[in-house]
Antibody
Framework: QVQLVQSGAEMKNPGASVKVSCKAS????????IHWVRQAPGQGLEWMGW????????NYAQKFQGRVTMTRDASIITAYMELSRLTSDDTAVYFC??????WGKGTLVTVSP | SYELTQPPSVSVSPGQTARITCSGD??????AYWYQQKSGQAPVLVIS???KRPSGIPERFSGSSSGTVATLTISGAQVEDEGDYHC????????????FGGGTKLTVL
């Protein structure tokens, strides 16, 4: 069965960076895009971008351009999302998703001094 | 910038039909997807490509799209259908960027 297992919760200071991982299993990793979506407390879902695991091509939401980097390591079937220059507004649960169907359980990132 | 607009809340009694709309200028050309999300959980896809129901989703969930409005219909809503519903689509600019609506809280009581 398809599974996306995300890394654990993170607590960061303002100005720092965070890197969240998403390990895939149960399917051919390079066959499906990985999307990253976040959800701030009490808010809706926000699409951040996707990565094509086969080519490494990425597409970022304009809001995150220059601050987000999505990468992958196909040898360990893992995708990564790194967000830099964190502020308190980046406190959210970050999800990875395989296409539109399968989602990880989310990673809570808390930004606080 | 492109937006998808949903009502903040919808409320129905058990057994009634709940309809949640999602408005966006690109919807005539782009598919809408619907997710159900319960508190503290990841979203679950309930409708894909405007009107396709994934395996395991109850038949009471259906989707439609006409013009700039996509609609999620829950026929005979159950108490367990309470939660937040999010529509998702892609923008029309050709860069295949995604976008979510603001979400709708469904109350069934």
């Amino acid at each position: 069965q398809v599974q996306l297992v995300q890394s654990g919760a993170e607590m960061k200071n303002p100005g720092a960076s965070v890197k969240v991982s998403c390990k895939a299993s149960g399917y051919t990793f390079t066959d499906y895009y990985i999307h990253w979506v976040r959800q701030a407390p009490g808010q809706g879902l926000e699409w951040m971008g996707w990565i094509n695991p086969k080519s490494g091509d990425t597409n970022y939401a304009q809001k995150f351009q220059g601050r987000v980097t999505m990468t992958r390591d196909a040898s360990i079937i893992t995708a990564y999302m790194e967000l830099s220059r964190l502020t308190s507004d980046d406190t959210a649960v970050y999800f990875c998703a395989r296409g539109t169907v399968y989602w990880g359980k989310g990673t809570l990132v808390t930004v606080s001094p | 910038s492109y937006e998808l607009t949903q009502p903040p809340s919808v409320s129905v009694s058990p057994g009634q039909t709940a309809r949640i709309t999602c408005s966006g200028d690109a919807l005539p050309k782009k598919y809408a997807y619907w997710y159900q999300q319960k508190s503290g959980q990841a979203p679950v896809l309930v409708i894909s490509e405007d009107n396709k129901r994934p395996s395991g989703i109850p038949e009471r969930f259906s989707g439609s799209s006409s013009g700039t409005v996509a609609t999620l219909t829950i026929s005979g809503a159950q108490v367990e259908d309470e939660g937040d519903y999010h529509c998702y689509s892609t923008d029309s600019s050709g860069n295949q960027g995604g976008i979510f609506g603001g979400g709708t809280k469904l109350t069934v009581l």
